[in-house]
């Protein structure tokens, strides 16, 4: 039974920094490409981060120098660390699991930037 749970959303300060986390279960968690997505309130689900199984990164425009992914295969666990961060980082975060055309999705949590 496959679960993929996010932890660490929350309301910050423009500036500040936040951790998201996701714990993954019932798969070969080290085989798996790993992302973070985030929808913002009108706007289109977009990737943000990843992760693949050879811990090759890549992060959107948008969030390069701030944002860095990381993976604990020991774990099962994939991280968002987020700095600086901006009004426009406001959204719900996704975690994503990839594998040969399996794709599996956790339910979000919400980061809310705002002073």
């Known amino acids: 039974q496959v679960h993929i749970e996010e932890f660490g959303g929350g309301l910050v300060q423009p500036g500040g920094s936040l951790r998201v986390s996701c714990a993954v279960s019932g798969i070969p968690f080290s085989m798996y490409d790993m992302g973070w997505f985030r929808q913002a309130p009108g706007k289109q689900r977009e990737l943000v981060a990843s992760?693949?199984?050879?811990?090759?990164?890549y992060y959107s425009d948008s969030v390069k120098g701030r944002f860095t992914i990381s993976r604990d295969n020991a774990k099962n666990t994939v991280y968002l660390q987020m700095n600086r961060l901006k009004s426009e980082d406001t959204a719900v975060y996704y975690c994503n699991a990839k594998w040969i055309g399996r794709e599996l999705w956790g339910q979000g949590t919400e980061v809310t930037v705002s002073s």
């Open positions: 992760i693949n199984s050879g811990d090759n990164t």
